[in-house]
C-alpha cells in the first residue's frame, strides 16, 4: 500500500515537471514570435531556442518516464522500449548540456577582449559557427546516449535492490560502474569547457568591473550595472551547471537508490537547477515579458 509521502512526492514531482516544461515553451514561443516579427533572429536568440527545445523534449520524455514507471510499471518489461526512453532522455539531457556549454561560450567570446588568436579567430566567426556547433553537439550527444540503451540510465530499481545481477548478466555493481563511466565520458568534456569558459568571462568582468569602479567618473555608469548584471548572470550559470552536474553524476553511480523514496527525490533535486536557470531566463527576457503583457 503506497504512503501519504509517496503521494506528496509524486504531486510534487509532476508539478516541478509540468512547471519546467512550462517554463521553456514560454521562453521557446516567444523568441517564435520574434522570430516571426523580425523574419530572422540573433545568433544568441538562436542557441537560446535550441537550449529551450531540448530542455522541453527532457522533462516531456522524464514525464513519460516516470508516467510509465509509476502507473504502468508492467511496461518496463519491454526492454525495447525501455532502451528508447533511456536513450531519448540522455540525449536530450546531453544536448542540453553542450547547448549550455555554446551559450556559455559564444557569451565569453563575444564579451572578453584578450588579444590571444583564438579569442581574435573565435571572436570574428562565432556567429557563423554557433549553428554548425549546435548541429554537431546533437550528433555528439545522440553518439553519447546511445550505450544507455545497454546500461540504462533508468535502471529498474527492484532489480537494485533485490537482485544481485541484470538482465544484463552483469552484476548490479558492475552495470553501475559502467553506466557511471559513460556518463562521465557524455558530460566531462562540455562541463569542462563551460567551466573555462565561464571562469574566463567572471574574471575578465571583474577585472573591468574594478578599472571602472576606480575611476570616479564612471561610478553610475551603465556599463558597469550592465556588468554587475552579467557577472550575477554567469556566476547564478556556472553554480546552477555545477549542482547538475555533481547531482547527476552522484545519481548514475546509483549511490541514492538506497534511500527511502529515492525515485522521487533524485527526480526532484534533478529538476531544480535546470527550472530555476529556465526561470531566471523568463525574468531577465524582454521578448518574454513583452509576449506576456501582449497575451
Known amino acids: 500500500m503506497e504512503s501519504p509521502i509517496q503521494y506528496i512526492l509524486t504531486a510534487v514531482l509532476y508539478v516541478i515537471y509540468l512547471l519546467g516544461l512550462m517554463v521553456n515553451l514560454i521562453i521557446v514561443a516567444a523568441n517564435a514570435m520574434k522570430w516571426k516579427s523580425l523574419k530572422s533572429l540573433q545568433t544568441c536568440d538562436k542557441i537560446l531556442i535550441s537550449l529551450a527545445i531540448s530542455r522541453s523534449l527532457n522533462f516531456f520524455y522524464i514525464i513519460i518516464w516516470n508516467t510509465i514507471f509509476l502507473f504502468f510499471p508492467r511496461l518496463l518489461r519491454n526492454n525495447i522500449l525501455l532502451s528508447i526512453l533511456n ?17 556559455c561560450v559564444f557569451y565569453c567570446v563575444r564579451i572578453v577582449t584578450y588579444n590571444y588568436k583564438l579569442f581574435v579567430f573565435l571572436k570574428t566567426r562565432i556567429s557563423t559557427m554557433a549553428p554548425w556547433l549546435i548541429q554537431v553537439s546533437l550528433l555528439i550527444s545522440l553518439i553519447s546516449s546511445l550505450p544507455f540503451g545497454w546500461y540504462g540510465y533508468g535502471l529498474k530499481l527492484q532489480n537494485i535492490r533485490n537482485e544481485n545481477t541484470t538482465e544484463y548478466g552483469l552484476s548490479t555493481a558492475q552495470i553501475l560502474k559502467i553506466r557511471f563511466l559513460c556518463f562521465s565520458l557524455g558530460s566531462l568534456p562540455p562541463f569542462l569547457i563551460y567551466c573555462v569558459a565561464n571562469l574566463l568571462l567572471i574574471h575578465f568582468l571583474l577585472m573591468h568591473i574594478t578599472q571602472l569602479r576606480s575611476n570616479e567618473s564612471h561610478i553610475q555608469s551603465p556599463n558597469l550595472n550592465s556588468h554587475f548584471n552579467a557577472l550575477k548572470s554567469m556566476s547564478l550559470f556556472l553554480v546552477l551547471q555545477i549542482m547538475l552536474f555533481m547531482y547527476a553524476s552522484i545519481h548514475s553511480s546509483g549511490a541514492l537508490f538506497q534511500l527511502t523514496f529515492s525515485h522521487f527525490i533524485a527526480d526532484i533535486i534533478a529538476c531544480i537547477p535546470t527550472l530555476f536557470h529556465s526561470l531566471y531566463m523568463i525574468s531577465s527576457s524582454r521578448e518574454v515579458k513583452k509576449m506576456l503583457t501582449s497575451m
Open 87 to 103: 536513450i531519448l532522455i540522455m540525449l536530450t539531457f546531453y544536448s542540453s548540456f553542450w547547448i549550455a556549454t555554446i551559450l
